[in-house]
């Protein structure tokens, strides 16, 4: 996990951005950085994983030392009792990773690793390490559950792992690296092994020329999925231009043949999300009491709340409504009896009971991996 308070301006985690739009690092500096309840809620997971494995692996730490601390854990604002089981799951993996080899490993948690060999004042923090026979492991926890992240040739763990070369190399002979993506929340455990020459080549020969222009903001803009994560995103001009000349060249059509319609789906890809973006970015200009010119802040809607529940219906009851007319009995959805249940318990109980119908048709891309629709009913294709 990147730390919060302080990091590089060629960041690991912004790598994605950073090495295909080289600008892009700089352009962001304008802008302030957000947070949200996911981030906060990633951040207190995190503290929580690293606290068990921490305590698991370097500081064993006493029962009640550990119940204590876990208890100050569950009075945080952003606490959830899923981050307990999920940070469980984490530290299972990595005994996992442990127990591969005879051999003990070096273990470290939240370690600083420094790239700047390779990177202008490139810095970071490791969720884990582990070295052991000839292998460097880098280890990521990721507590969203959006998007499934990869290992493969992920730039973020790449870095780490030349940061953690540097430091550690002189103490462990290393052959090859190994990336290791804890995403527990989506079942998603990637792993990526390459050797350190191809990582080293990668550094010299990809990494270092793209930092440099880089840090000085210079080079090619170039849009993409990355510039999701931009902070620049709703005020970028390159990617307002593209997208305007992509909404220019097919203005003129009247009626499209199926190649055509491929081609404007293709091409018109990141054209939507960009114009969410446009939009937040002037929403948050008129509330700091900019003028975009044809544009204002209205008040959205909203539902009527309750908000005292309890005391609401105590004085509806001291009025004479009965409790029948007040609560209504509703059995738990799936996902509620499965946190209730369990999930294999529930399947061994009633599995019987349990369909999946089959899903409205949605239109994806070609190269997405599900299989295609067909017309007939889940029921036959289970029969099949
Ligand atoms: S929005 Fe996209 S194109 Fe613009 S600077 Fe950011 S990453 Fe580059």
New binding site residues.
């Given amino acids: 996990m990147e730390d919060n308070k302080k990091h590089a301006i060629l960041s690991a985690s912004g790598s994605h951005?950073w090495l295909v739009?080289t600008?892009?690092a700089r352009?962001?500096e304008q802008f302030p950085d957000k947070t949200s309840d996911y981030m906060e809620e990633g951040t207190l997971a995190h503290a929580i994983a690293e606290f068990k494995v921490r305590s698991y692996f370097i500081e064993p730490t006493s029962k009640q030392a550990y119940t204590r601390r876990i208890n100050k854990f569950k009075k945080e604002k952003y606490f959830n009792a899923e981050m307990l089981k999920y940070t469980d799951t984490y530290l299972e993996y990595i005994k996992g990773l442990v127990l591969e080899n005879h051999e003990k490993p070096f273990i470290a948690v939240e370690q600083k690793v420094d790239y700047s060999k390779y990177v202008t004042e490139g810095f970071g923090t490791t969720d884990c390490i582990l070295i052991r026979d000839n292998t460097l492991v880098v280890i990521d926890f990721k507590y969203g559950k959006g998007v499934s992240v990869s290992a493969e040739e992920n730039p973020q763990m790449k870095l780490y792992a030349l940061g953690a070369l540097e430091q550690f190399e002189f103490l462990y002979e290393i052959k090859q690296i190994k990336l290791v993506i804890i995403q527990p929340r989506i079942d998603n455990f990637s792993e990526y092994v390459l050797s350190k020459e191809e990582l080293i080549n990668w550094a010299e020969k990809t990494v270092k020329p793209q930092a440099e222009k880089a840090f000085i903001g210079v080079g090619d803009?170039?849009?993409?999925e990355?510039?999701r994560f931009?902070k620049?995103?709703g005020a970028?001009e390159?990617?307002a231009t593209e997208n305007m000349k992509i909404i220019e060249e097919y203005k003129i059509r009247t009626v499209l043949d199926n190649q055509q319609v491929g081609e404007v789906l293709t091409k018109t890809e990141g054209v939507e999300q960009w114009l969410k973006d446009i939009k937040a970015y002037a929403l948050e200009e008129i509330l700091k009491g900019n003028i975009v010119p044809g544009w204002k802040a209205v008040e959205g809607r909203s539902n009527r709340k309750l908000v005292d529940v309890e005391k609401a219906f105590e004085i509806l009851k001291a009025n004479g409504f009965d409790e029948a007319l007040l609560y209504e009995r509703k059995p738990l959805g799936l996902t509620d009896l499965e946190k209730a249940v369990g999930k294999k318990e529930l399947v061994q109980a009633i599995g019987d009971y349990i369909e999946k119908p089959k899903g409205a048709p949605t239109l994806v891309k070609a190269s997405d991996k599900r299989e295609n629709y067909t017309k007939i009913s889940a029921k036959e294709e289970f029969e099949k």
Avoid: T
């Fill in positions: 951005k739009c600008p892009s352009l962001e803009f170039k849009q993409g990355h510039c931009c620049a995103k970028c390159f990617r």
